[in-house]
């Protein structure tokens, strides 16, 4: 039986979403009180309140008769490329838990429908572009109308299965804007980069101890008390870690390069940007970041859909993972030098042969993809619906760049572990290094 994680709109985490979107674990739901309350109440409003009695954007104060499908047919727009299935169904999940921990008003008949959908593997026909941070309404209103049997769902389990009957549930007008008001598919496109980050981010400590180990760097810049001078928490960490994998104590140079030098520091300040990236998105994961909020007996209008933490977090969480690949191509540099190795330049089995020459070009291509994804989202935003819609926080490009950083950064990284490894042996005569490299990424993914 696939693992089960439980969703109660409270207790989601990012390694959770990425096991149901690619591991193949099944959601169940705890309870449907807090949303069934939220719809009890909604059900009891008078007055206008957006989306369920007027119009949205700057129709804001348009009295509407049941504007919901109509705005979910309006809203299902996309362009470019499909998304992947293993993003389309993390996001269903996010979606679930925020639902669970109530507030939205929405029929929570709906959330067994979307459980057994994820379960069964289906997900909605999501395009790439169409959100700007405030809510990802087109990726939303895509999978409403799916579920209303307008357009067809994919079919995408994560082991092979017969096709179900798609699941089909009949959304209420008022239903619309609660369904949509959401930034799950941002947050699951950032939780799955988080989760990946960090097994890469994990593996390149046991990727710098091969490193140091293979030019005998001094282990001195790792001492406790060098760290406890400046405690930063993701630098001790590191240097402990490191300190752990090296099986003696290094040689005897004053001191060795930043790569070597600089690595907890550096590192260190990658662990703790992507601790603080973690904390934003798993608070959002489970949070009722709907507008309306329906809480008490009220309707609360109010801008909780705004995912300027989540951007600004992973901003920087981008900015210091190009950092740490910087000083892998540094080591990488370091490794073909024959004063650090010992060994003939290029790590070659002989004077004049190339070696490992062609690893640093490899590398820099990788580095120079990882400094263009790097550039901060934030400084920008837009002004839409006629002015009112006047801020957008472009999480969800932040959140698509994380994506986007993992394969350059495992390139990087799998560079530095093939010349390592090679240095640490007798290197072999000129041949081509693809399946090395391959070896290499395969063994950071996997935890080796």
């Not at 949509?180 to 699951?188: C, E, H, M």
Request: contains cysteine; glycine residues 8%; proline residues 7%.
């Amino acid at each position: 039986m696939p693992m089960a994680v439980l969703l109660d709109g409270s207790g989601l985490t990012c390694a959770q979403v990425h096991d149901v979107a690619r591991g193949g674990a099944r959601v169940e739901l705890a309870g449907l009180d807090r949303a069934r309350a939220a719809w009890v109440t909604a059900q009891e409003l008078t007055g206008p309140v957006y989306g369920r009695s007027t119009g949205a954007g700057a129709n804001k104060d348009v009295p509407v008769q049941e504007p919901g499908l109509g705005l979910l047919r309006s809203h299902a727009i996309g362009a470019g490329p499909p998304i992947e299935p293993d993003r389309a169904r993390a996001m269903l999940t996010v979606r679930l838990n925020q639902l669970l921990a109530g507030g939205s008003g929405l029929d929570p008949a709906v959330l067994p429908v979307l459980a057994a959908a994820v379960n069964a593997g289906f997900v909605p026909p999501i395009s790439t572009y169409g959100a700007i941070g405030t809510g990802d309404l087109t990726a939303l209103a895509t999978t409403a109308l799916c579920l209303l049997g307008e357009l067809p769902w994919l079919h995408a389990p994560p082991s092979p299965a017969a096709v179900p009957p798609e699941p089909r549930f009949a959304l209420a007008s008022e239903d619309a804007l609660p369904f949509i008001s959401s930034g799950a598919a941002t947050l699951a496109d950032a939780a799955l980069a988080c989760h990946r980050l960090r097994v890469l981010l994990d593996g390149a400590i046991d990727v710098a101890a091969l490193s140091y180990t293979a030019i005998g760097a001094s282990a001195e810049p790792l001492a406790a008390v060098v760290q406890e001078a400046r405690p930063h928490p993701g630098q001790a960490a590191v240097a402990a870690r490191l300190r752990g994998l090296l099986a003696r104590e290094q040689a005897a140079r004053i001191q060795d390069p930043y790569g070597f030098r600089a690595f907890a520091q550096v590192h260190g300040a990658a662990l703790d940007a992507l601790g603080r990236a973690r904390a934003a998105v798993e608070t959002d994961l489970n949070a009722a970041a709907e507008n309306p909020l329906i809480a008490g007996s009220l309707a609360w209008h109010n801008g909780n859909f705004h995912a300027a933490p989540i951007a600004l977090a992973l901003d920087g969480l981008r900015a210091a993972v190009a950092q740490t690949a910087q000083l892998s191509t540094a080591r990488l540099a370091t490794l073909m030098d024959p004063d650090y190795t010992g060994r003939h330049r290029f790590l070659a089995d002989r004077p004049g042969a190339s070696g490992a020459m062609i690893l640093e070009y490899v590398a820099q291509d990788a580095l120079a993809e990882l400094r263009h994804l790097a550039g901060p989202v934030t400084t920008g935003t837009a002004v839409i619906s006629l002015g009112v819609e006047d801020h957008a926080s472009f999480a969800t490009q932040a959140a698509r760049h994380a994506l986007r950083c993992l394969e350059p950064l495992e390139i990087v990284l799998a560079c530095e572990r093939t010349a390592a490894t090679r240095a640490l042996h007798p290197p072999p005569p000129d041949r081509d290094l693809t399946a090395d490299l391959a070896a290499a990424r395969q063994a950071l993914t996997s935890g080796g």
